[in-house]
């Protein structure tokens, strides 16, 4: 038996939040993944959620925890930045008519932060529309406050972006 690392624990109870969401009805969980990177070394987790009665548009949230995160917390002497995570998130949508309401919805609700505006062409399913959001720090197991916080913000930002014109 092994200890978890922080990313482990960070990532059980973030789960465990969003389909709490799930749950009472609040988000509807329509995807998830869970991938151990052997070659790197590092941890990545995305959960995607949308309403439940209104599907136009997503919000991915990411953990991601490269080498020097788990080095730092399994071997001793490593001098990594600490034991934790890196967090992203991104609200996809495909009616492009509602993309510059929907830019500025989350762009108003997010504050400051790191933007990056992406349009996807696909032959098979048309474009789609993404805007992801850095938080561009560590985000330690002292910090997993926060990290709900931005799932339950993630979520209020789809019933923004619902309600939208």
């Known amino acids: 038996m092994f200890d978890p690392t922080a990313f482990e624990n960070m990532k059980t109870v973030f789960e465990g939040a969003a389909y ?11 995807g998830r993944n869970d991938i151990v990177d052997l070659a790197g070394m590092s941890r990545d987790y995305r959960i995607t959620l949308t309403l439940p009665a209104w599907r136009e548009a997503s919000a991915t949230v990411r953990l991601f925890a490269p080498f020097a995160q788990l080095a730092a917390e399994i071997l001793d002497g490593f001098s990594g930045n600490g034991a934790g995570a890196y967090a992203w998130i991104t609200f996809s949508w495909q009616n492009t008519k509602k993309s510059d ?24 399913s048309g474009t789609s529309e993404e805007v992801i959001i850095d938080f561009n720090r560590l985000i330690t ?11 339950h913000h993630a979520v209020k930002t789809l019933h923004h972006l619902k309600s939208s014109p």
Do not use: C, N, P, Q
């Not at 309401?101 to 098979?124: D, N, Q, T």
């Not at 197991?141 to 799932?151: C, G, H, R």
């Open 20 to 30: 709490d969401l799930d749950l009472s009805g609040e988000a509807a969980i329509i």
């Open 101 to 124: 309401a929907y830019k500025s919805i989350i762009r108003s609700l997010w504050g400051g932060r790191h933007f990056e505006e992406r349009s996807v062409y696909s032959s098979f």
């Open 141 to 151: 197991e002292d910090l997993m406050d926060d990290l709900l916080e931005m799932l």
